[in-house]
Structures are given as C-alpha cells and as structure tokens.
C-alpha cells in the first residue's frame, strides 16, 4: 500500500519509488555485489539496546550541538550523494534550502548536477565533498573553486580508489539523462567531464575507473591540505589505525563511513565501529558517521556509542523525490521530532546527557 502522507523514513522510500525512473531507483537504493554491508548497516543497530533513564524533567529538550565550529539545530547533516536532479529538477539548490532552513549540514558531492556556487547561494553552510582525479590539476582547480565559491568545509572520501560493483548500474548500463550534467566539473575552464556511455558496464564505474586516481595515499591528504585554508574532513574511515592517521595528517573530523554498502560488500556495519574508533581519536578529531540511520533512535544509539553527529543519506533522496524541497525538510523534521521523543523517553535533556551508559551490544 503506497502511503498518503508519510509518517516515517520507509514509508518515504515507498513512496519515491513511484517518482523515479527505474535506472534512479536503481541507482539510489543498490549497494555493492551481494548487498551485505548494506543490510548489515540497518540489521546491527537492532544489536544494541537502550537503558534508558526515568524520572529526569524532560520537559525541555535542547538538540543543538556545534560541528567544526557550526552551530546546527540537530546531530544530522545530508550526507553527500552525487547527481540530485534524477530526484527532482532543482536537485541538489532544494535539498542545499532544505537543510539550510531545518538547521542541520550539508555536504555536496563532487558528482553533483548542481554547482557549488549555485549552492552555496541557498547554503552558505555547505561543506564540499571531494573525489581526487588523477588530474591533479583539475583537483587543485576544483579545490580552489569550491574554497572561493565560500564551502565551510572539505570533505574528501578514503573508501573509493574504485566505484564498488552495483551490479544494477551494470546491467542498467548507467548514464545520466540529456540536460543532467557534472555541473562542478564542467564549471572548471576548458573542462568537459561526462558520465560515459558503456555497453555492458555503468558509465560511472568507468568515469571512476578512467578518472579517479586509484594512487591516493596519506601522503596525498596533506597536499590537500596546504591548498586551502579550509578543515579537512576525511570520509570512509572503518578502522581505528586509520583514524590515527587522518588526525596524524591534520583532519578535523572523520566520518564513520562505509559508503551505504556501496563499496566493499562485506565491511563491517558503520554502527559497530564507532566506539573503537571514538576511543581511539579521543578529543583530537569530530567523529561523525553514516550508514543505516533511518530512526531517531538509531541517532541515540550512535550518539552514546560516542559519534558527536551522524549523516542521512538515501532518505534525503526519498524526500526529494516525493516533494522537492518540502519532503527534505519533512524527512529532516521526523527525524529530528523521532530523536527528541527517544530522548525524553531515556531521560536525555541535552546531547551530552546521551552516554555511553545508555547502550549495550547484544552478543
Ligand atoms: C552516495 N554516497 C556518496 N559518498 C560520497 O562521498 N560521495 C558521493 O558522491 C556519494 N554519492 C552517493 C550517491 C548515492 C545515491 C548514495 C545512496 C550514496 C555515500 C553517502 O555519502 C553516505 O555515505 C551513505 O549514503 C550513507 O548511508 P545511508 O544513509 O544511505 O544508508
């Protein structure tokens, strides 16, 4: 049954499916080879259970927090997916006011269909997301005009020398529809990038495999970091000796990440990776991270595992495609209303009453 205004994440999803071409969909929703990793990113937050706390004046709650100096409304940000207008026309400017006006960030993706500058015009708040090519000088280029363009941020992402097999996109043979461009990279003087067209393949599984430099290292990351004045946010990390690293490099935060399952099937599910790596990073680095959030009682559990914000991927894509702007906010807003219920009911008044004493893992 299709949903008449929908009350929760899934519900959403439900509904976007009927908005979207079958290739979007495809695109959207897959995850790498068997779908594992993807599965697993939901399946691990029913491992942990909460103990809530009673009797604490919950009257008020207070879900502000300050990310990289960013004063946000909640925990959440939109995490950064590429190519927003297979959604809706206005793609990523309506999901950019969307956040803007809920009060929560905003990452854009390299693979964007809209421009940073255009972007940055509904969201001044926007971190960019950054994909190093092999062309090192259409990075620099790139660095430097989203770094002009006002991003607050550069968030560049660990987990993909190569795109992750969505055996989908191969047999949809994925390209982008007439009029959908890389708007980042085509803003960039004498520059045109497409998404390949590829018998038998995705086109973006080329464009990675053609464009991307598969060489990125530690070293790489500091090279970044001289080329701008802007924090680094380094993204994919599973590990906590590669935690280490980025804040041995200069990160200000790291993002938990393992793409939504669309790299390598069978890594581990972002939530059981957080405490070991929060443990590790101490105060030296943000730990936020990603993966499987679709209640506000996966925010609460993330939250007191350690994570000081997470990001919400493809139901921001559900809200875009059901409504544009408006079903961003409204996904944005049952999130935040689900947290701030699952926070009274466990005796939370402000985020740093979430600690780890309100989780266990289930064996
Ligand atoms: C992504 N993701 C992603 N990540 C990134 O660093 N750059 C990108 O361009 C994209 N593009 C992208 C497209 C689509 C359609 C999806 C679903 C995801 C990964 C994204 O930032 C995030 O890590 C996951 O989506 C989080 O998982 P959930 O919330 O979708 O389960």
Not at 136 to 147: F, I, M, S
Not at 237 to 254: P, T
């Amino acid at each position: 049954m299709i949903p008449a205004k929908p009350i929760n994440l899934f519900e959403y999803e439900t509904l976007a499916r009927k908005h979207l071409s079958q290739m979007a969909w495809d695109y959207y929703t897959s995850g790498a080879w068997d779908e594992v990793t993807l599965q697993e990113n939901r399946a691990a937050f029913n491992r942990y259970r909460l103990h809530p706390r009673m009797l604490v004046d919950v009257s008020q709650r207070d879900l502000s927090t300050t990310i990289l100096g960013q004063s946000l409304n909640a925990p959440i940000l939109i995490a950064p997916m590429a190519f927003q207008c297979l959604a809706d026309p206005a793609g990523e400017v309506a999901t950019a006011k969307a956040a803007a006006h809920s009060g929560v960030g905003m990452v854009l993706s390299t693979l964007s269909t809209k421009s940073m500058s255009e972007v940055a015009i509904a969201n001044p708040y926007t971190w960019f997301q950054l994909y190093i090519h092999r062309d090192r000088n259409l990075t620099r280029a790139l660095v430097e005009y989203v770094y002009k363009c006002g991003a607050k941020a550069l968030c560049v992402t660990v987990d993909a020398p190569f795109l992750g097999r969505r055996e989908r996109d191969t047999r949809n043979q994925f390209v982008l529809p007439p009029g959908m461009e890389l708007a980042n990279l085509n803003h960039l003087k004498g520059k045109d990038l497409d998404i390949p067209y590829r018998q038998g393949e995705s086109g973006l599984f080329a464009y990675f495999a053609e464009q991307l430099d598969p060489g990125v290292t530690w070293k790489d990351l500091a090279w970044l970091r001289s080329l701008v004045p802007l924090p680094l946010v380094v993204k994919g990390i599973l590990r906590s000796d590669d935690a280490i690293r980025a804040v041995e490099v200069g990160a200000d935060a790291i993002i938990i990440s393992n793409h939504g399952g669309r790299q390598l099937d069978g890594a581990i599910a972002t939530i059981d990776a957080v405490s070991e790596i929060v443990a590790a990073v101490g105060d030296r680095a943000e730990v936020l991270m990603d993966g499987g959030i679709r209640r506000g009682t996966d925010i609460l559990k993330a939250l007191a595992l350690g994570a000081k914000a997470v990001l919400i991927g493809r139901p921001v894509l559900w809200g875009l495609a059901v409504a544009g702007e408006t079903g961003v906010q409204h996904v944005i807003e049952i999130l935040r209303d689900e947290l701030s219920l699952a926070m009274a009911l466990s005796g939370c008044r402000k985020l740093i009453d979430i600690d780890s004493s309100l989780v266990s893992r289930k064996s």
